[in-house]
């Protein structure tokens, strides 16, 4: 049985950043920035209420007789408890026999394009702190990305407005950092474990490591960007915000709307038709927050029972990196046009590209992820490198076929303007020339 590391890291983000949230927001009262204290306040206080939500959801402690469980959550102390009754179970686990089990059956993954399937015995003790480790997992995504995000977009702003950096600030843009990075990371362990349920995965530290670099360099690159435009455009910045928004929460919808499929009803046998709309918007809110900070790789599908595409959709994955290096581009270079004397002692360009930069190098560690350590690597269809040497390969061939269609209207060209020369010619200089070749040849 795995120690819960992943539970105690969760836990410890959330009681970290929320402790230094509220010292930073009373230095905020005290300084006399009411506005800054209010929005560092909301932005901390939102995600814990919907983290206590999330875990009781996932408990179905709703629908039990359990008061103290819910007292703690009302407090928001829901994590301590959850924390400790996980230690408590781990501990626990190897003294009493356990009458009862459940067997589970894993394909493990393809060797020499054979599979075998195993049989493992699940008990009761493994299986609750797997419900843990999947409630706490759910939650830091919405720690990461409905509070972190935000807070961390928020410091940031003010550091730059007030053009200083306190060792409180600086320690709680570095721990919402660390909090987005870990959600992401979370996100994409359950988008793999989700697609491939039927598959014992094994996710090495050489891919963890990956995917923090990947997902640091992706973040931060973009929440600097947007506290760059928002520090010279505050009013073109929601324009922004609200493009993004849309079009990421409208579009599950959109696909659900087009694929004609019944409403679902299968998410909470407790939950009305009401109830259900509420998770699927929340489901839906989450998907936004996740994909206008990074790419989420989990793609919500409304209309599958399980609300997850289990297919890896290259092109999207593709477009998404396309528009949004393009955004960060505009972004920039609106800043650069825009800026104020608070740059002054900033080197622009430098900073625009070591902003792109850094970004290209969140790129190239997704695809060296996708590459060599993805822990489904050999279910894929086509590789990374194969699919870069297709694209490459039309690419040529469509640049072949722009200049081999060239070259021939050229031709077609000098031909057409070639047979216009011929008729007023042709009696002084074509007809003489054939006479002469005709007579040396006869003599020959």
Known sequence: MKFPASVLASVFLFVAETTVAFYLSSTYRSGGDRMWQALTLLFSLLPCALVQLTLLFVHRDL????????????????????????????????????????????????????????????????????THRSAFSRASVIQAFLGSAPQLTLQLYISIIQ????????????LSLLSIVYGALRCNILAIKIK??????????????????????????????????TSVLKSWVVMVILINFFSFFLYPWILFWYSDSPFPENIEKALTRVGTTIVLCFLTLLYTGINMFCWSAVQLKIDSPDLISKSQNWYQLLVYYMMRFIENAILLLLWYIFKTDIYMYVCAPLLILQLLVGYCTAILFMLVFYQFFHPCKRLFSTTVSEGFQNWLRCFCWACRRQTSSESVGTTDLKSSRSGNEIPSNAGVSEEPSQFLNADDICSA
């Open 63 to 130: 629908s039990r007789d359990r008061p103290l469980v819910l007292l703690l959550h009302l407090l928001q102390l829901g994590p301590l408890f959850r924390c400790f009754e996980v230690l408590c179970i781990y501990f626990q686990s190897g003294q009493n026999e356990e009458p009862y089990v459940s067997i589970t059956k894993k394909r493990q993954m393809p060797r020499n394009g054979l599979s075998e399937e195993i049989e493992k015995e699940v008990g009761q003790a493994e299986g609750k702190l797997f």
């Open 163 to 174: 053009q200083d950096v306190t060792v409180g600030r600086s320690f709680f843009m570095t």
């Open 196 to 229: 491939y349920d039927e598959y014992e995965v094994k996710v090495k530290p050489l891919a963890y490591v990956c995917i923090f670099l990947w997902r640091s360099f992706e973040i931060a690159t973009r929440v600097i960007v947007l506290v760059l435009f």
